[in-house]
Each structure stands twice: as structure tokens, then as C-alpha cells.
């Protein structure tokens, strides 16, 4: 995002602010409630401050009327926007704030290195209800019908028209991009300008992930794997995904005598800040696409472990394996290693 300020005059809601590129920025965290990305995003506004942006920091899920103060004092700033800019188009209360947005914004801009980023953009060209990969396939709850109808709203804004341009800024490959939608590269300049080069150590780092926590991998097989895949490259490390519970952790540090280690930021800054192993092993997740970048002539290896589809669960969405196996495939710069089999 620095590195194109220029281009991206608002994120989230467009109000004062000038920042080194020269662009009236504001960027609105519309705060969680899970402590782990909570500290990630105070460290993250720190570094936008430090660019020269103005950070709005909402406690948007505060509490009951939460909701209403932050909507109530982001409208205005909504309703102004020429440009807007956001970090999850899954995300209900992100649906629920474009519904706000007056058609004169002429410029959507989605901003996202997750996996989730491939499955928005085939679902856009597809015309389907945007709905998170890991959720597909299942019966719709009360909420998501009760919710139907802002979605729709959603997804409607974010289709382009003659009026209205759409962007995705992305390092996710994207293979189905609907007509009308620019697709552009992020390619990780700023973060490699801005951190290292790192100091490489001779072992290797794990990298963990949340399916066990999204349900869609067994906990038992999950740890089994990650056992056997430390065990058979040498990991002393696990750095946590920070939806990774305190319990699943603790289990996994006293099975594998693991070092867990919860960043205080996304991976790829802490990776080119260092120190960081020579390899990095990963199972099927984003860092598989955005490490490779960050970490460019560094030397250090990426390489990602597939899931068995003997560690799904039950209720994982039938979509799962091949999604997983999708993310695999596309990546680029990495080695891939066979799904691993119990200690």
C-alpha cells in the first residue's frame, strides 16, 4: 500500500491526512475482538503513522451499540469517497459499509494477499453470493439469510459499471478476473525496502495455520503432521497463525518441543526482520505466495506441505481439498513436499 499511496487516495473511508505519497489517506482499523490480531493491527497502524498516514482506530465490535457509533460516524466520510479501499469484501461489516457508499464513488479498490482474495474474484466473475471458501458447500444459517440481502447490495457495488472502477491489489494468483476488473501485482517492494535483509539461521521454520480452527483439519492429525514434518526437516520453530488457540499451542510446544513463537506482525515483516531459518515449511496458506516475495534473494527456502485428505474433518466443506491443493499449485518459488505421514 506505501509503495502506490499515490494511487490509492482512501482506505476504508476518505478524510484529511497527507501522507509521503502525497495523497489524502485515512486508514479506518475496524478493530477485532481476538487479542493476537488486535496487537498485529496496533503495530501495523504504527507503521502507517510512520509513513505519514492518519490511522482512525474503531472499536466497531465493542460491544452492543458498537456497531452503530462506528457505522453512524463513518458515513459521512463514506458518503464523500471518490476512492475506497478494503481489506475483506467477506467481511459483513465491510458488505454492510459499501451498501453506505453513494454511487459517485468512482474507484472500489480491494486490498488483500489472502487466499481468499482467489476465491472473491471467481466468485464475482461467476456472479455467485460471496461466501468464504471453507464455508462453501453448506446449508446458509439464519444469519446469512437475515444477511442475504446486504451481501447481495455488496456484491452488486463491487461488480464494475461505467461509472464505477474496480481494483484488486493483490501477490494471489487470479485466474478467473471478471470483465471490467484490473487486477494488479503487489510484488512486496516497500516490505523488502523497508525491512532486512535478515540474518539467515542453518535450521528451519514451521509456519502454522488455522484449519484446525475453521474445522476443516482434524486437530489430532494436524499435530501428528506437524510432528513428523519438524522431525524430518530439523524445525525448532513454529511461528503461530494468530488464530491458533492458546490450547492447541501449548499442546503442540509440550508434543514436539517446538519453540512457539506469536508475531507482534504479519509473518513477512517478522521474516524480513529476522532471524529467519534457511527453510520455511508451510502447509497449503497465503504465506506459500507472499514469503517467496518478501524473502526474495535472500536465499531462503519455501516449502509447502500438502494436506492428506485423510486429515479433513467430517464437516469440512467439499470444496476443501481442492481449494488447498489450488493454493499449492499456484504458487511460485517454492518446493513442494509430499503430505506427510504419522511419526
Same mark, same amino acid.
Given at each position: 500500500m506505501p509503495a502506490q499511496a499515490r494511487r490509492l487516495p482512501a482506505v476504508g473511508a476518505s478524510a484529511g491526512g497527507t501522507g509521503a505519497g502525497g495523497a489524502e489517506l485515512t486508514v479506518v482499523v475496524l478493530s477485532p475482538t481476538d487479542p493476537m490480531t488486535r496487537g498485529q493491527l496496533r503495530r501495523m497502524a504504527d507503521l502507517a503513522r510512520d509513513?505519514?498516514?492518519?490511522?482512525?482506530w474503531e472499536e466497531a465490535r465493542g460491544g452492543t451499540t458498537a456497531p452503530f457509533h462506528t457505522i453512524g460516524g463513518l458515513a459521512g466520510s463514506l458518503r464523500r469517497a471518490d476512492r475506497i479501499v478494503m481489506g475483506d469484501p467477506f467481511s459483513r461489516y465491510v458488505q454492510l459499509l459499501l451498501t453506505i457508499t453513494r454511487a459517485r =464513488?468512482?474507484?472500489?479498490?480491494v486490498v488483500d494477499d489472502g487466499t481468499a482474495t482467489m476465491e472473491f474474484v471467481a466468485q464475482l466473475a461467476r456472479g455467485e453470493r460471496l461466501v468464504r471458501w471453507h464455508r462453501k458447500g453448506g446449508r446458509p444459517g439464519a444469519r446469512d439469510l437475515l444477511f442475504a440481502p446486504v451481501s +447481495? +447490495?455488496?456484491r452488486r457495488r463491487l461488480t464494475p459499471s461505467d461509472r464505477r472502477r474496480v481494483e484488486v491489489f493483490s501477490s494471489m494468483p487470479v485466474t478467473e478476473i471478471p470483465d471490467g476488473v484490473t487486477v494488479t501485482a503487489n510484488d512486496f517492494a516497500w516490505t523488502r525496502a523497508r525491512f532486512g535483509p535478515p540474518r539467515i539461521t542453518q535450521s528451519a521454520d514451521l509456519v502454522g495455520t488455522s484449519l484446525v480452527e475453521t474445522g476443516?483439519?482434524?486437530g489430532d492429525r494436524y499435530l501428528e503432521a506437524v510432528r513428523s514434518l519438524a522431525k524430518a526437516h530439523g524445525a525448532t520453530r513454529y511461528f503461530a497463525?494468530?488464530?491458533? +488457540? =492458546?490450547?492447541k499451542l501449548h499442546r503442540l510446544a509440550v508434543e514436539t518441543g517446538l519453540e512457539i513463537v506469536r508475531p507482534d506482525l504479519p509473518l513477512e515483516l517478522i521474516a524480513r526482520r529476522g532471524p529467519i531459518g534457511r527453510t520455511i515449511l508451510s502447509f497449503p496458506s497465503t504465506v506459500v505466495h507472499t514469503l517467496p516475495l518478501a524473502l526474495a534473494g535472500t536465499g531462503v527456502r519455501v516449502a509447502v506441505c500438502d494436506i492428506d485428505p485423510t486429515w479433513l474433518t467430517d464437516t469440512a466443506s467439499p470444496r476443501a481439498?481442492?481449494?488447498l +491443493?489450488?493454493?499449492?499449485g499456484t504458487a511460485r518459488d517454492v518446493h513442494r513436499l509430499a503430505a506427510v505421514s504419522p511419526a
Open positions: 509513513e505519514g498516514y492518519r490511522v482512525r =464513488a468512482r474507484d472500489l479498490v +447481495s +447490495s455488496a476443516v483439519v482434524d497463525h494468530r488464530r491458533e +488457540s =492458546a490450547e481439498q481442492g481449494f +491443493s489450488g493454493v499449492t
